[in-house]
């Protein structure tokens, strides 16, 4: 006796319930259990640190926080606001952190007379550090001895 047509039968009534039935609910951590077909109201910024204290690393060659206020600061491929205080010939004044040594190479190791066009925006690697920011998904990095520990 051939199962074949018997097993379509039954599984034709199957694969409609399946079909049928809800998707799992998915929650974003960004947006919550609002679906993603509706608008959702961004969270509230909170005031960014700005007591231009340098905070500790959590891993080896993590860029260091911004510990100042950066919004309204104009950086795009005419001007960089940052270079007004940690361009190299503006720290003694500024008191600033001078840009890394490594900003001013190409990719080939050639040392420039300016910031590389590759590390320019600072904002692609280099944050203002958040007050009360809390992290959307839980977190258990372990940096290397002797390294700070993340904040949880």
Known sequence: MNFRPVLLVLALPMAALVWAADPPSFIDAARGP?????????????????????????YDKQPPVIPHRTDGYQIDRTFNKCLDCHARAKTAFSGAVPVSPTHY??????????????????????????AAARPFVGNSFKGLPGQAEPKP
Do not use: W
């Open 105 to 130: 190479m190409d990719r080939s190791g050639k040392v420039l007379d300016q910031i590389s066009s590759r590390r320019y925006f600072c904002n692609q690697c280099h944050v203002p550090q958040e």
């Open 34 to 58: 609002t679906p993603l077909a509706q608008s959702t109201e961004p969270p509230r910024l909170g005031n960014q640190v700005n007591d231009d204290i340098r905070q500790p690393r959590n």
